[in-house]
């Protein structure tokens, strides 16, 4: 029966992404899971081919492509048999990038995103906090202004790609309690002051990366807030 979603042009690249999840992912994957962590080079593999930014803007290196194209790279990628892999490039994918695409100067997307669609660069998403979790409203990681850039104090836990990542869409608060006091920022791991307190040891989607991660007086360019404060 025909699909009212999936079309021809779905139907090849999910042929495409199931032939390269099955010849250079699914052979891997149990050693992936026993090393907890996997080649941070896949990212690169995966952005040659294109498959980082299947429905980003051809502007940015994306794929220019549907929702449904999108659909279809979650379901085949997820056909891996390591879960944490899938996870990771999820995050990247459909977690820490739409901020930046959707908030983002034009700038900022050269500078961040088209590198993080090419696999260059590896993304993570700085919400979830030892104290605050789904509480996203509490958190407590801050970014005082002083002059042309922030002062950011905190710290994140769980956060998935916090190993890899190159660069952080950051929640920090920049105002006063709950979540309109809330900011976001593209954060550069090679920030004076950060460091990754510990990789986590997790029951299962061991392959992914998850860590907790430390901001001690780290100066961030104005310029890396995402939208308005």
């Not at 695409?101 to 919400?127: E, M, N, S, W």
């Amino acid at each position: 029966m025909a699909s009212i979603h999936f079309g021809e042009e779905h139907n090849i690249f999910r042929k495409t992404m199931r032939d390269f999840v099955n010849k250079e992912i699914r052979p891997k994957a149990e050693e992936w899971e026993e090393n907890e962590i996997y080649p941070k080079e896949m990212f690169k593999r995966l952005g040659d081919l294109g498959m980082l930014g299947v429905i980003y803007p051809q502007e940015y290196g994306g794929g220019g492509a549907d929702y449904f194209t999108n659909v279809v790279f979650a379901e085949e990628l997820c056909r891996c048999g390591a879960l944490g892999f899938a996870m990771s490039v999820l995050v990247q994918t459909d977690m820490a990038s739409p901020a930046l695409h959707y908030f983002g100067t034009h700038d900022q997307k050269i500078k961040y995103l088209k590198p993080a669609l090419a696999g260059d660069k590896v993304l993570a998403l700085g919400v979830t906090e030892p104290n605050h979790g789904s509480d996203v409203a509490g958190l407590e990681t801050k970014a005082v202004k002083e002059g042309d850039h922030y002062v950011i104090n905190g710290a994140k836990m769980f956060i998935t790609n916090g190993i890899h990542a190159d660069y952080i869409t950051l929640a920090a608060r920049t105002g006063g309690k709950g979540k309109n006091g809330l900011s976001l920022f593209i954060f550069d791991t090679s920030t004076p002051g950060f460091s990754v307190g510990r990789k986590l040891k997790k029951m299962g989607m061991r392959s992914s990366d998850t860590a907790e991660l430390i901001f001690e007086d780290c100066v961030v360019p104005a310029e890396n807030l995402l939208g308005e404060e």
